[in-house]
């Protein structure tokens, strides 16, 4: 597509229910980050993926959070058992490939756990 | 590892005036430096980047940022800021060598005011 697609846009969940966010990159980027941004804070990286390389988690904050890439298609980012504290702004960004390129980011999904 | 300080959290502004917006970083490897907007309820958006050359950088809408490598700075400035231009602006870097993340600054709330 023309640019990053997140869905959904928002997303309003109780406390201990799973959410399944979704971003598909733009065609021909072989690169997928996961960030999140907290109210009032910088971009927290989460999980970073490349092809058919195995992914880098290391940003990921606990087991509960988990993300899956088929190839250089759509991924999708899963929070088991939701806390508050995971209330932010997820964004999804691509890139043709690492480095220098700089990355073109979604509009996110905002998530609250209430 | 890398770091990024962005030391003003808001920088106020009336409208015409110049503006800088502050940015070093840490590394002890080479890097490609980046400034991103976001504006309110949307994704991040590239405003310029540095890789090699000049280290007087243009980006749209008017900005522009200069590297130092000497004092490890990237500042964002422009020379007549607009109503328009009041968002949250973040720098980045990532290693030239291959880096698979971009570590991002904390952000610096630019609001201009009339």
């Known amino acids: 597509g023309a640019g990053v697609s997140q869905s959904p846009s928002n997303k309003v969940t109780e406390k201990g229910k799973d959410v399944e966010l979704r971003c598909d990159p733009i065609?021909?980027?072989?690169?997928l980050y996961w960030y999140r941004q907290r109210l009032g804070q910088g971009l927290e990286f989460l999980i970073y993926?490349?092809?058919?390389?195995?992914?880098?988690k290391s940003g990921l904050p606990s087991d509960r959070f988990s993300a899956e890439r088929t190839g250089e298609s759509v991924s999708t980012l899963t929070i088991q058992r939701t806390q508050q504290e995971d209330s932010a702004v997820y964004l999804c960004?691509?890139?043709?490939?690492?480095?220098?390129?700089?990355?073109?980011f979604g509009s996110g999904t905002r998530l609250t756990v209430v | 590892a890398q770091s990024v300080t962005q030391l003003d959290s808001q920088v106020p502004v009336f409208e015409e005036a110049p503006v800088e917006l502050r940015c070093n970083y840490s590394s002890s490897v080479s890097v490609y430096l980046f400034w991103y907007v976001q504006y309110p309820n949307q994704g991040l958006q590239l405003l310029l980047k540095?890789?090699?050359?000049?280290?007087l950088v243009k980006g749209i809408n008017g900005f522009e940022a200069e590297f130092n490598k000497s004092q490890t700075s990237f500042h964002l400035r422009k020379p007549s800021v607009h109503i328009s231009d009041t968002a949250e602006y973040f720098c980045?870097?990532?290693?030239?060598?291959?880096?698979?993340?971009?570590?991002f600054g904390t952000g610096t709330q630019l609001k201009v005011e009339l």
């Open positions: 980045a870097v990532i290693p030239t060598g291959g880096g698979n993340k971009l570590t």
């Open positions: 960004a691509s890139s043709l490939h690492k480095g220098g390129a700089g990355y073109t």
């Open positions: 065609s021909g980027h072989t690169a």
């Open positions: 540095y890789l090699s050359g000049s280290t």
């Open positions: 993926f490349q092809g058919n390389s195995a992914p880098d």
